[in-house]
């Protein structure tokens, strides 16, 4: 199994930044891709950003020019960097990973950070 512990989050005012943080233990070399998924208030979460094992970037329309994810070689660091953030930004942030390396094929999910931005 692959554990995440997320942090970073925090109040912020609009057009300020924020970087999140996900760490990986366990089973990490089945990590295939680490993804960054957010709940904005009462709505579905949704993917705005994911990164593969060789490098290939994904980011939701919402999000492009403003946010970068990056990871280590090992997929077991992986960041948000988050700038000029805006009031419709504000939900909860859970990392994810795609664990398909291993034969369970499963995905891990961090317990979320808040990120509130006020205008």
């Known amino acids: 199994q692959v554990q995440l512990v997320e942090s970073g989050g925090g109040l912020v005012q609009a057009g300020e930044s924020l970087r999140l943080s996900c760490a990986a233990s366990g089973d990490t070399t089945c990590i295939s891709s680490v993804n960054w998924y957010r709940r904005l208030p009462g709505q579905d979460r949704e993917l705005i950003a994911g990164?593969?094992?060789?490098?290939?970037?994904w980011y939701r329309d919402s999000v492009k020019g403003r946010f970068a994810i990056s990871a280590n070689d090992a997929k077991t660091e992986a960041h948000l960097q988050m700038n000029n953030l805006q009031p419709e930004d504000t939900a909860v942030y859970y990392c994810n990973t795609e664990n398909y390396y291993c034969e369970d094929l499963s995905r891990s999910w961090g317990q979320g950070t808040q990120v509130t931005v006020s205008s």
């Open positions: 990164i593969t094992n060789d490098n290939h970037l």
